[in-house]
């Protein structure tokens, strides 16, 4: 209210009660003033408070949690996808019509090398020998090692690598040498190279491990032969049992389709062509639908944590009659007391929702460190789930709020005595 | 708050130390009796070195107290106001009160329960209105006032002391009676200065940092007396200021109100059940049944 709204020549006070303005000054509460009337039930109980904030703090740290979580594992295995591609093909000689092993033309790498996007190719084949620590040990015992006849240039097929000594060259594959996967190698008790081993039946010298091999994991336990050294000593005849194909993964469904007819002319359905980055994929996938589901069950626990603010509210604005009686009593409207206990709902959520943050991200960074993961912490997931605690500190303020508006000045006294 | 948006009393010399207000006397005609002249309570306290009473209020055979300033204008005005609960049958808990308190007075009501002296109060302070009659609160007929007006008008010209204090645990005393600005948009530095203020005027300023818990039932009543004085409003209700007191206790907050209303010229109604509090007052309203059944003015006029 301003002097310009009193009628003119009203300068003097008037004498008499009629002349007054009819409307008194409007009550105001700074807005800056809403976050200490916020704080002041907060101040008040502490433990009620601090509870309160726990129910929101988890549906929150339980998202976050999740999203991190996810986040950090699918783009782990987007760049193990990435580094190992998604254009290798493997295609195996499968099994014939009567449940016996088929083979593969023994022309089938080269055949499969023509076809026009394939960029490389590199077959295995599986030798009939086993591979024990000494022959002293009983043939039977291979500990499920295979011995594998492989092409020198198969490691930049798969992309594997080298943990210890070095792959097969054109020296080491005609002489027994043997390069070990890495399972094979740690059944074997050999974690160095130089050591021998009892293959087929005479010593071949350890000159390498592999690293696990990620796109072809059935290779981790073979011990690695040169293909000269398979001819010579183990009647290997050239027919493959895996080819390793890379092709231009533009064209990688087309090359699919022409394998069977490549690699076995005469039987092109006994031919089994995966890709083995769909596990990967589907890995992927998988881990999202996860992530859907524990959000989902976050935001149940959420939703529960808004009702405990509801309540806790209720409680709160029930015993605290005689406060909002005074209040009303030092001019509050209905409007400056709906407005404290929103504000104060808000708080509860707000400071909940942040320890929700800061506790879910801190557990999922440990987690993905724990898993050798790059941590990341999704800035959706940080601004989400504060603006989600907000979001429910309002609506479960809200009824509370319009409870305590409603309280007439002098129900709100009385009721307090 | 201004001056310019408050209309000034008419000129009766320079209106000395805080905003003229209508409500204020302008104090030509008792000098010395002015708010800005008045002894603070401090001074007083000095002034009666050796008293073993607190500094607050008369100790016998101190220095003369200041006469009451004369009157202004009309704060409360009652035109056969009724106030009836609905209900089966309906509750009549005022019957037609006429009732006049000027700018300046010390009035009493006094009743027993079930007099209807709360909803007088309630009625009073604005906090309830009429069913039907004129009640008009510092000039403003509250009967034509929605609930956010009415607010205002408490804001600014109704100060509050309940019998239980009302205070906010979890608050310094001096938050507490800067809460009496709150509603007022008054920034939060002016409101703790003016608290302090208050507080001195109570004679309570070493207790500004304590929490309500730990203060003694007086001084609690002190603190909200201040929060009550803090806006300087039209009109100070005390609902039963001393129920929760012991007598003497009670006594040294009958001194403090007194003291406010001679030196400061606060308007100030205490309704109580208690005739000897009443005694204490020079104005006296006798309510029965919901009707004013004596006022001693109109006995003395």
Redesign the interface.
């Given at each position: 209210m301003s002097a310009v709204a009193r009628p003119i020549g009203a300068q003097a006070p008037p004498p008499a009660a009629g002349a007054r303005p009819r409307k008194p000054r409007s009550s105001r509460l700074h807005p800056s003033d809403l976050v200490g009337l916020g704080a002041i039930g907060l101040r008040a109980s502490r433990v009620r408070a601090a509870l309160t904030m726990i129910g929101i703090a988890i549906g929150i740290a339980a998202m976050v949690g999740v999203l991190v979580i996810s986040e950090s594992s699918r783009s782990d295995l987007l760049s193990q996808l990435d580094r190992l591609g998604t254009n290798m093909l493997r295609v195996t000689a499968g099994q014939t019509l009567f449940g016996g092993s088929a083979e593969l033309s023994t022309d089938a790498r080269a055949m499969i090398e023509r076809v026009g996007p394939v960029e490389s190719a590199s077959s295995v084949a599986t030798v009939d020998a086993t591979v024990r620590r000494t022959d002293f040990i009983d043939e039977g015992r291979t500990g499920g090692i295979s011995v594998t006849a492989a092409d020198l240039d198969l490691l930049d097929t798969l992309r594997a690598e080298v943990g210890v000594g070095r792959w097969l060259d054109e020296a080491s594959a005609s002489v027994p040498t043997t390069v070990l996967g890495n399972t094979a190698a740690r059944r074997l008790g050999i974690t160095g190279t130089g050591v021998r081993v009892w293959l087929g039946d005479r010593w071949f010298t350890v000159i390498g491990i592999l690293e696990p091999v990620e796109l072809a994991g059935e290779l981790d336990s073979s011990a690695f032969v040169g293909i000269g050294v398979s001819e010579q000593l183990f009647e290997y005849e050239g027919s493959p049992s895996t080819i390793y194909v890379r092709s231009d993964v533009d064209y990688i469904e087309d090359v699919r389709a022409v394998m069977g007819r490549t690699a076995n002319p005469e039987d092109p359905s006994e031919v089994e062509v995966t890709r083995p980055s769909d596990v990967l994929e589907a890995k992927a996938a998988a881990a999202v639908a996860f992530t859907d589901l524990f959000l989902g069950l976050g935001a149940v626990a959420l939703i529960v944590g808004g009702f405990g603010i509801a309540n806790v509210m209720l409680m709160s604005v029930m015993e605290r009659r005689g406060e909002i009686g005074l209040r009303r009593a030092l001019g509050a409207t209905r409007r400056h007391i709906a407005l404290q206990f929103v504000s104060e709902a808000l708080a509860l959520a707000l400071v909940g929702g942040v320890l929700g943050v800061l506790l879910g991200a801190g557990l999922a960074v440990a987690y993905a460190l724990s898993q050798a993961w790059t941590p990341i912490i999704p800035a959706v997931a940080v601004g989400g789930g504060i603006a989600a605690a907000v979001a429910i500190g309002a609506v479960a303020g809200f009824y509370p709020a319009m409870r305590a508006a409603r309280l007439s000045p002098t129900d709100a006294l009385r009721g307090a005595e | 708050m201004t001056n310019?948006?408050q209309?000034?009393?008419?000129p009766q010399g320079p209106p000395p130390g805080p905003p003229a207000r209508?409500w204020d006397r302008g104090g030509a005609g008792a000098p010395g009796l002015t708010p800005g002249s008045a002894p603070r309570p401090s001074a007083l306290a000095q002034a009666q070195p050796g008293s073993q009473a607190p500094p607050l209020g008369r100790a016998p055979g101190s220095a003369p107290l200041p006469l009451r300033p004369p009157l202004g204008?009309?704060v409360l005005?009652l035109q056969d106001a009724v106030r009836t609960y609905p209900g089966d049958p309906p509750v009549e808990a005022l019957r037609g009160v006429n009732l006049r308190v000027r700018a300046g007075e010390l009035v009493a009501i006094v009743g027993p329960s079930g007099s209807g002296k709360s909803t007088l109060l309630?009625v009073l302070?604005t906090?309830?209105k009429p069913t039907s009659g004129i009640v008009?609160v510092?000039?403003?007929?509250i009967g034509?006032?929605g609930?956010?007006?009415l607010?205002?008008?408490?804001?600014?010209?109704?100060g509050?002391i309940?019998q239980?204090f009302?205070l906010?645990?979890?608050?310094s005393a001096l938050d507490n009676i800067a809460?009496?600005l709150?509603?007022?948009?008054v920034?939060?530095a002016q409101r703790r200065q003016r608290a302090g203020e208050a507080l001195e005027r109570v004679d309570l300023s070493h207790r500004a940092d304590h929490r309500p818990s730990k203060l003694s039932g007086g001084e609690r009543q002190r603190v909200a007396i201040a929060?009550a004085i803090v806006g300087r409003p039209s009109v100070v209700l005390a609902d039963e200021p001393t129920g929760n007191l012991d007598s003497k206790t009670g006594r040294v907050i009958l001194d403090l109100l007194d003291e406010l209303n001679r030196r400061d010229g606060t308007t100030i109604v205490v309704i109580t059940h208690d005739h000897q509090v009443a005694a204490r007052m020079p104005r006296r309203l006798e309510i029965l049944d919901g009707r004013i059944v004596r006022d001693s003015l109109a006995v003395a006029a």
């Open positions: - | 310019a948006q209309p000034a009393h008419p209508p204008p009309v005005d309630h302070g906090l309830d008009r510092a000039g403003f007929d034509t006032l609930d956010q007006d607010s205002g008008l408490r804001s600014q010209h109704v509050f309940f239980q009302y906010i645990e979890g608050m809460n009496g709150l509603y007022r948009g920034g939060p929060r």
